[in-house]
């Protein structure tokens, strides 16, 4: 196993835990947001990657329930909070504060979630009460963006045509794991998966005739009942191939990818695989790193079937989602990401500390929390 380093649990660092909600709100600013000061907010990609949910002037009120059921639509990449230095130099951390509880009312998720950025913009250049009500306050969303099924299904069929990848995460890790053979790959087609979908198809028509897969099982859950399931029964969002011809391959992962958007149902769609090939032994999951499993609760019977789920997590680009480091814990499988293949995570004791990457995780009752560190201004 690459960069995984045991360390001492270090009081500077805070752990994501099952604080209260003030204390999470806390958290955010204290280690996961960025400050920064500038004249006048400018919005870059409003109504496309961005969402806005204005406040008033001086007010903590979120009144935009349009936009708040939106929001519950779409993956989140960061988030900015909007404010004003006016009266100069006044002290505005009690009326942020206010506007993170209110948001926090809505969105409690996005508090606990270390993906997401945040950013604390702070507006200088306002001179004057007129001015500042006709600004921007509030909060902004990134999101990321939904081009549609037949802008992904054209993009994939060029990257496979030009034998060309715009991202390598998958190439790399099937690269590095050549004795990988027998395999039964569980992909997730949901949504922003379609370039690593392109990639994945791209390997397999680059290793067509070494015939290395036994079957493809593509999975896109876009029920809203499959963020409460609590057993391995739903079946719906699964669609399998063994075929060894591309065309029947490719065909089969439009079809699944054509279903559905947002939710993902990686659980059960081990549970389907093992079901449906109880002879598999070498199953090879790809993963979003930016969206949790609507079905972790799955996770111990999981665990008892014993059989190892190799993960390869797409979309990495600080830490690791720690549904997926959990989902291999538990399995005795493993993990790989861009840059590295963290083999042994199964032998890693309770209340070690590991370093993946740049980004540190403590392992408390079998479950991964990720250590976060001091915030910065800009």
Request: net charge neutral; proline share 2%; hydrophobic share 35%.
């Given at each position: ?7 001492l ?8 835990s099952?604080a ?36 008033h ?8 329930a ?7 639509k779409e ?6 909070l ?28 996005l508090f606990?979630?270390n993906l ?14 007129n ?29 496979v045509?030009?034998?060309?990848a ?7 890790v099937?690269e590095r794991?050549k ?27 680059l290793t ?18 499959s ?6 029964l ?6 399998e ?36 090939y109880?002879?598999a ?5 790809i ?24 993960i ?8 690791i ?17 861009m ?36 915030t910065?201004?800009?």
């Open positions: 196993m690459k960069n995984i380093f045991v360390l649990v270090c009081s500077m660092f805070a752990v994501k099952k209260n909600p003030i204390q999470l709100i806390k958290n955010v600013k204290a280690y996961r947001s960025i400050t920064h000061e500038i004249d006048f907010y400018k919005f870059t990609d409003k109504g496309h990657s961005q969402i806005p949910l204005a406040m002037f001086g007010k903590s009120d979120l009144d935009n349009a936009s708040i059921r939106q929001l519950k993956t989140i990449l960061k988030v900015e909007v404010y004003t230095d006016y009266p100069k130099g006044e002290l505005t951390d009690t009326l942020n504060m206010l506007r993170l509880q209110a948001l926090y009312k809505q969105r409690p998720e606990s979630n997401i950025e945040w950013h604390f913009i702070k507006q200088t250049a306002i001179k004057n009460r001015h500042a009500e006709k600004s921007f306050h509030g909060f902004v969303f990134t999101i990321r963006e939904y081009k549609g099924f037949d802008y992904e299904m054209e993009t994939i069929n060029e990257m045509s030009d034998s060309k715009a991202d390598s995460t998958i190439l790399k099937f794991n004795d990988w053979k027998d395999l039964y790959i569980i992909a997730d087609v949901t949504g922003s998966m379609y370039p690593y979908t392109g990639e994945l198809l791209l390997w397999f028509k067509l005739q070494k015939n290395l897969t036994k079957a493809f099982v593509f999975f896109n859950d876009d029920e809203e009942s963020t409460n399931q609590e057993k391995a739903d079946n719906i969002g699964m669609w191939t063994t075929s060894e011809k591309f065309e029947k391959i490719i065909r089969t992962c439009g079809k699944a990818m054509s279903k559905g958007r947002h939710y993902e149902n990686n659980l059960e769609a081990i549970f389907y695989t093992i079901k449906k109880p002879e032994q070498n199953i090879v999951m993963a979003d790193n930016w969206e949790d499993p609507c079905d972790m609760k799955l996770l111990d019977d999981l665990k008892a079937m014993k059989k190892p789920i190799h390869v997590v797409c979309g990495v680009n600080k830490s989602n720690t549904n997926y480091l959990d989902i291999a814990f538990a399995t005795g499988g493993s993990v790989h990401t840059e590295e293949d963290l083999t042994d995570l199964y032998k890693i004791n309770d209340k070690e500390v590991i370093k993946i990457g740049k980004e540190r995780y403590v392992v408390k009752n079998g479950k991964f929390e990720h250590i976060e560190v001091k910065k201004i800009l």
